[in-house]
């Protein structure tokens, strides 16, 4: 009898809401000063910080109450990603400010949605006559992307764009002030990739149903932040993003931005969502895949994703075996795949 009661609780737990298998949720204590403790050689969750410019964190980074959806109430702030003149990484071309999940889970498996929210103000607006690659994974199978597409005519564009493979699938008219939710619906199982968004506190609705993409992710390569290709100029104008409940759960979705801590007593922690005591974490655990993390760093060889050329550009030019460098944004960047 006990039995099937916690089988039956284990059920309308997970038929409820999904189970968050990672989060980027940032509690009272954590300053932009948190993500410089970690290194390549201290990898500490949930964020690697190292696709940034030469200036110093807190140019690129801020962390405030005051910087997430107020219907956010799965943290305590939420965060700000800064783009400016000096936010060349690495000897490349783009302008980027980028933070990355840390984590052992596998985020690259079964049915997953990817959530964030994302705001920008009238005050350090972006520039919409940039294009901007926003949320996105190394192979850019999903992302979202803003601003004049390079290569595109005209001098500027106010378009908030998700794509799928480059082609665009839903897009806004990006306004500052508001609170644009969004949750990529990835089933790696199936490839495909979907999209759920809502404005403000509404609950998230699905917008795009499943279509097909090439879903791959090694775990490390989910880009929150931006990527700015300055078209061959410099702009020192700083642009500024900002960022809220941004977690990762498996299906199925937590769709209100409360998000999946709302009314839960343990932040900071996994847990599964909607559940009290009736499901152990560890009942997830062995779904969980340790990856291996890689660097996207200049070596000798340019790694898979990584910059082999375009103008100004200093690093490597040869590609590691198995692959070609390729024109992407010709003749800004090329990337190795
Ligand atoms: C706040 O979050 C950081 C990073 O996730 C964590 O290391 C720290 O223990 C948390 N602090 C509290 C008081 O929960
Ligand atoms: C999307 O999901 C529906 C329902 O499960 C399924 O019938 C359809 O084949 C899927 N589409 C793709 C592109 O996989």
């Not at 500490?44 to 980074?61: F, K, V």
């Not at 791959?216 to 409940?245: K, M």
């Not at 590691?320 to 990337?335: D, E, M, N, R, T």
Request: glycine share 10%; proline share 6%.
């Amino acid at each position: 009898m006990k039995s099937a009661l916690s089988l039956l609780a284990l059920y309308v737990a997970q038929a409820s809401a999904g189970t968050v298998i990672w989060n980027g949720f940032f509690n009272s204590s954590f300053t932009s000063s948190t993500f410089d403790q970690w290194s390549w050689s201290n990898q500490i969750a949930p964020w690697q910080w190292y696709i940034h410019g030469s200036a110093a964190t807190s140019q690129y980074l801020g962390v405030s109450p005051n910087f997430k959806n107020p219907a956010d109430t799965s943290e305590a702030q939420g965060l700000r990603t800064t783009i400016d003149g000096t936010a060349f990484w690495n000897g490349q071309t783009m302008e980027r400010t980028e933070v990355i999940p840390q984590t052992s889970a596998n985020l690259g498996t079964g049915h997953l949605y990817y959530h964030f929210s994302l705001k920008t103000s009238s005050t350090n607006a972006p520039n919409p006559g940039f294009e901007h690659q926003i949320a996105f994974f190394e192979s850019h199978f999903t992302e979202l992307k803003f601003g004049l597409i390079s290569g595109a005519s005209g001098t500027s564009d106010s378009t908030l764009r998700w794509d799928i493979g480059g082609v665009s699938q839903w897009t806004t008219t990006l306004q500052p002030n508001t609170w644009y939710n969004f949750a990529y619906d990835i089933d790696f199982s199936a490839s495909t990739v979907g999209l759920w968004t809502s404005t403000g506190s509404d609950d998230l609705k699905q917008v795009i149903p499943n279509k097909s993409a090439s879903t791959s992710t090694n775990s490390a390569d989910w880009h929150i932040g931006v990527l700015r290709l300055p078209n061959g100029g410099t702009n020192a104008a700083a642009e500024d993003w900002f960022w809220s409940g941004i977690f990762i759960e498996q299906a199925p979705i937590t769709t209100s931005i409360a998000g999946p801590k709302a009314g839960s007593a343990a932040p900071g922690s996994s847990t599964p969502v909607g559940s009290t005591t009736a499901v152990p974490t560890s009942s997830h655990s062995s779904t969980v895949v340790p990856v291996t993390t890689t660097s996207t760093a200049s070596g000798p060889a340019q790694t898979q994703w990584g910059q082999c050329g375009g103008n100004g550009y200093t690093g490597p030019t040869t590609c590691a075996s198995g692959f070609k460098c390729v024109a992407v944004s010709p003749p800004y960047y090329y990337q190795c795949q």
